[in-house]
């Protein structure tokens, strides 16, 4: 790793301020990914591949500093890394978002996980999807606090396409939207049923 310092000159022009005007020349600087932040494009580049890439928490990255002779709390990463997201990856989300809702089939799914940081049992994790043989597959995911209509609702906007998922009540209130159920769940309640019902055995 190495520093680049930047020295930028300003000059002043004594006889604009004579005439009432103060006239302040800078020399160009390379513009920083974070102001007033040590965080280059490849320093930055290379948290953001640590921590999503190589599922490298903060504070082993931390302890990776060190031994560069730098001192980086994991706070600093920590905001490193969601001020990089946010401004340079969620632009990205948004593209790929726009080419996702131009196909006629998606898929969706939502599953359950713990945030530490949140006082609530159950946060959500949302998946949409292109179906596999498209010529661009997408795949994007969106964290919630809920798992309610608003979130399909929202993410899909004016979708009027087809949304193949597992029948899951959320997805009933999207008008505009063909729902396509999915078999596996369908075939999943039989099993569950049989033993108990012998039609649920001929069904299967």
Same mark, same amino acid.
């Given at each position: 790793?190495?520093?680049?310092?930047?020295? @930028?000159?300003?000059?002043?022009?004594?006889?604009?301020?004579? #005439?009432?005007?103060?006239? !302040?020349?800078?020399?160009?600087?390379?513009?920083?990914?974070?102001?007033?932040?040590?965080? /280059?494009?490849?320093?930055?580049?290379? %948290?953001?591949?640590?921590?999503?890439?190589? /599922? %490298?928490?903060?504070?082993?990255?931390?302890?990776?500093?060190? &031994?560069?002779? =730098?001192?980086?709390? $994991? $706070?600093?990463?920590?905001?490193?890394? !969601?001020?990089?997201?946010?401004?340079?990856?969620?632009? !990205?989300?948004? @593209?790929? $978002?726009?080419?996702? =809702?131009?196909?006629?089939? =998606?898929?969706?799914?939502? &599953?359950?996980? $713990?945030?530490?940081? /949140?006082?609530? @049992?159950?946060?959500?994790?949302?998946?949409?999807?292109? !179906?596999?043989? &498209?010529? @661009?597959?997408?795949?994007?995911?969106?964290?919630?606090? &809920?798992?309610?209509?608003?979130?399909? *609702?929202?993410? =899909?906007? #004016?979708?009027?396409?087809?949304?193949?998922?597992?029948a899951y009540s959320a997805y009933e209130t999207l008008e505009k939207i063909t729902l396509?159920?999915?078999?596996?769940?369908?075939?999943?309640?039989?099993?569950?049923?049989?033993?108990?019902?012998?039609? /649920?055995?001929?069904? *299967?």
């Amino acid at each position: 790793m190495y520093k680049k310092v930047y020295y @930028q000159h300003a000059y002043e022009c004594p006889s604009c301020k004579r #005439d009432g005007e103060d006239v !302040i020349k800078k020399a160009p600087v390379p513009k920083q990914p974070i102001t007033h932040s040590l965080a /280059s494009p490849s320093v930055l580049a290379q %948290l953001l591949h640590q921590k999503i890439e190589m /599922s %490298l928490p903060f504070y082993r990255q931390e302890k990776e500093w060190l &031994t560069y002779g =730098l001192k980086v709390p $994991r $706070r600093t990463l920590a905001n490193w890394f !969601i001020t990089g997201t946010k401004k340079w990856l969620m632009p !990205i989300w948004q @593209q790929l $978002r726009e080419h996702l =809702l131009k196909e006629k089939l =998606l898929h969706a799914d939502e &599953t359950y996980y $713990r945030l530490l940081s /949140s006082d609530k @049992q159950k946060n959500y994790y949302w998946l949409f999807r292109t !179906i596999q043989q &498209t010529k @661009q597959p997408i795949v994007l995911f969106q964290h919630n606090l &809920t798992s309610s209509s608003t979130v399909p *609702e929202t993410f =899909l906007g #004016d979708y009027e396409g087809f949304l193949h998922c597992d029948a899951y009540s959320a997805y009933e209130t999207l008008e505009k939207i063909t729902l396509v159920n999915c078999w596996a769940h369908l075939r999943r309640k039989f099993i569950e049923a049989k033993g108990t019902l012998s039609k /649920s055995a001929k069904a *299967e």
